[in-house]
């Protein structure tokens, strides 16, 4: 019998409808239509790799590359998760590297949130070691009040408070991830 949390009973954990909404489908599906736009605007006539951090970012880097009207390829890196916790062990370790050679290349990092920011620090600073022609970074969610480390992202969709979040590709316990907007997970369901 698996005793794993992604493989626990359903009926452990709330329904999505039942959580609040804080932000919507339209609302996601318009601002990353705006990132897009001004992605293309900024690298007009380049080329550019998007690197996604699996797993919460698949779904943005899926919206925003359709929105982005330039040359574009995709690779992914995936780093140590959270698990089951809700806030950061601190330690980020690399679980799968690049696929293809970024030397030279204009890169921007794509995650579905920046909270501590001990994510994007390790990651930013691994992808330079590859000397990249630039480094961007763009993110979905932005918790500000929680960075440990100094990162900014140069892209954001949405500045959020101290909020534990599911939906848009972010999970609890591996669950959520395909809920169309972003919901508000009650704390009274932590377990
Ligand atoms: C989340 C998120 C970021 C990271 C951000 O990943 O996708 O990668 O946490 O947090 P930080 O700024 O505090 O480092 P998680 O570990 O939950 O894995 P997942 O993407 O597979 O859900």
Redesign the pocket.
């Known amino acids: 019998m698996p005793t794993s949390s992604a493989h626990a009973p359903t009926a452990f954990f709330p329904s999505p409808e039942t959580m609040e909404v804080l932000i919507t489908k339209e609302q996601l599906a318009k601002r990353t239509r705006e990132i897009g736009a001004q992605i293309s605007t900024d690298y007009e006539g380049q080329s550019i790799v998007l690197i996604g951090?699996?797993?919460?970012?698949a779904i943005f880097l899926s919206d925003l590359a359709r929105a982005i009207k330039v040359d574009n390829t995709f690779d992914f890196v995936a780093?140590s998760?959270?698990g089951r916790a809700r806030v950061?062990s601190g330690a980020?370790k690399l679980i799968k590297d690049i696929d293809n050679p970024i030397e030279g290349r204009h890169v921007i990092l794509i995650?579905?949130?920046?909270?501590?920011?001990?994510?994007?620090n390790y990651l930013r600073g691994l992808m330079l070691q590859h000397k990249p022609a630039s480094l961007k970074i763009a993110t979905c969610l932005d918790k500000p009040d929680r960075r440990l480390v100094p990162i900014e992202a140069d892209y954001v969709a949405f500045k959020i408070p101290n909020q534990f979040v599911v939906g848009y590709g972010?999970?609890y316990a591996e669950r959520y991830r395909g809920v169309e907007d972003i919901r508000i997970f009650p704390d009274e369901a932590v377990h």
């Open positions: 951090v699996l797993k919460g970012a780093v998760s959270y950061s980020v995650e579905d949130i920046l909270d501590t920011g001990l994510t994007l972010m999970d």
